[in-house]
């Protein structure tokens, strides 16, 4: 587990990136019983998920697994589990203020947890993508693009692919996800380039409003979030870059 706290409102941000296929759980395989008491009353739409695609009902646990680990490592030891969410909708914790964010890519699981205030992460393990023009037209601000133009090809696909970490982190905020428009979120100017390119990009947001359940723009303006960028290396999360 890694932890940082917001430069501006002391707010403590804890998180974990893990292989998941490599290792579902520090705390070995789920039993039945485990999993219900895991999911509390979202535990029908689990099994629901699992019916349709165990796959992804195996993902989704993985993920579930890693968020109540990181609670039980900082002490917050009321679990009532998880609500039924509607899918695309961010999930949420029952009887809890604790705000929470889930990402995958292959086979990486970043998950974070904040006590208030709400949380946004990203992962992305396919790099070479931010090759393809096409993306590039589709997600930066026109300075955006003009920055990614002067770096080299290496440089180039690494700080893209931060920056689209970046963007998703802050859409997962507020709970409304990809429903806005990237060109209109400029991030760019906060975005390090990187002196190597890195094979995982990742970012978390982190911001004193917006909690899950309730969508508040103002939680998007740049200067209501904190991002973080995770290093993550085979063996999880090496470091982190603090932007504020
Ligand atoms: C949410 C979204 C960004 C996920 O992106 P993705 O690249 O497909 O997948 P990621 O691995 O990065 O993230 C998936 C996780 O995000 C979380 N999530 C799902 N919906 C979310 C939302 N609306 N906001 C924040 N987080 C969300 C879940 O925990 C999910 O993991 P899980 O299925 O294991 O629980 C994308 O699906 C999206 O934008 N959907 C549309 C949301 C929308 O318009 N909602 C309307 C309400 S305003």
New binding site residues.
Partial sequence: MSDATHAKTGILVSWCAVNWMRSPSSRGEPTRASIADLFGRGIEQWHA?RAINPQ?AA??L???LVVRELVTERGLDHWAGFEP?S?????TMTDSDID??????AHW?LAAIVQTGSV????ETHVNEFDHPGLLRRMCTADELARANELDVSARRSWLATLWTAK?AV?????????GDFRQLHLGDLIPVGEAEHPIAASIAISPHGR?GS?DKRGLERDRFTLLHPQIGNEGVLGSRVMT
């Fill in positions: 998920a992804r993902r989704i993985a993920g579930r969410t899918l695309g909708r961010k999930p929470f964010s889930i990402a995958h890519s699981l946004g992460v990203d992962v998703e859409s997962k905020l507020d709970g409304c996800g990809l429903r899950a969508p």
